[in-house]
């Protein structure tokens, strides 16, 4: 049961296991400006999980598009699902949404499911299709992203994280950190998306020889770079970059095989998925001294650890342990999104994508 606070505009779900209250807050649009929302009733939407930082967007948003939007701080299971009752849509970030936990919502009404990211493997999309329940994602433009992947390359490129490491402990010595410079690179990008064209882009100010490999090839990104077959790539290439979607097809394509197939001493950079690289091959490829460096900022199994603070906990998930203790390989928690543009982009768009939907209008977020 809910029980309301008027003054504070919230409603509060009890959390019997641990004792707290998980609260929902309502926002109530004030104004139906909107062209979308003309001549309609405002639609209610459940938001879940959000941030402090998303807020203020959530309110913006949802003034601008005339939606009573209902928040919930916690994540969507089994345990909140009555906070979306009375709502047909639903926007939330990466908790796994599976057919089991899909079905709870579908029964509570719910029909759209939005996803405040880009990629949307945490969705089982086949047990949506069957459901019946439509799901789509976010987007926000290429450049938090492609910045930080470059910023990323140099900083694997030059040693940082050692150069840190040992500036923390007052030694200043050199040995053992001299870099590489990015001009002198052979730079391989695997992805030729709006992400990885505009890392291309970025990378060809640097005078770097610029490879590239995907199944579509796209006349901009031949401005930049030259296709070639991925075994060449591979072969050819110092420095490798990532910038594809989590798929079957691409599961694992950083593999032992593929690895023995690079070049000594390569460095590779992942801002895309994490499931792309099979994280015990990585390992004793480092371990090897194959693989000579790395910039992650995605990994294996980073659900349920990334957006929550660990400090002082046991990390469960031992092969990021390991990774995060190698002096050259850098680690960073999923952030590499995380701009003002990027955050107020996705919470627009899955606000938008909502009203779309509820409309029966074209959607241009929605995969099913």
Known sequence: MYRTDKDAGAYFLPDEDNGHRLILHRIKARQKRDKFRKGALAMKLIVYNYRPDELGYLKKFSKKYGVELALCDAVPDEKTVGAAKGCSCMSMLTTPMTAERMKKYYEAGVRFISTRSIGYDHIDLKAARELGMHIGNGSYPPDSVADYTVML???????????ALRSAAQDFSLNGLQGVDLHNLT???????????????????FGCRILACDLYQND?????????????????????TLHMPATK??????????????????????????SLIDTKAFLNGVESGKIGGAAFDVVENEAGLYYCNQEGKILQNRDLAVMKSYPNVIVT???????????SDMVEHSIESCVLFSQGKENPWQVV
């Open 153 to 163: 390359m140099l900083m694997a490129a030059r040693k940082v994280k050692a150069i």
């Open 187 to 205: 730079v391989g990008v695997i992805g030729t998306g709006r992400i990885g064209r505009t890392v291309m882009k970025r990378l060809s100010a």
């Open 333 to 343: 928690p999923h952030t590499a999104f995380y701009t003002d543009q990027a955050v």
């Open 220 to 240: 901009e990104a031949k401005k930049y770079a030259e296709y070639v077959p991925q075994d060449r790539l591979f072969a050819e290439s110092d420095l490798i």
């Open 249 to 274: 097809e691409n599961y694992h394509l950083i593999n032992e095989k593929t690895i023995a197939e690079m070049k000594d001493g390569v460095i590779l950079v992942n801002t895309a998925r994490g």
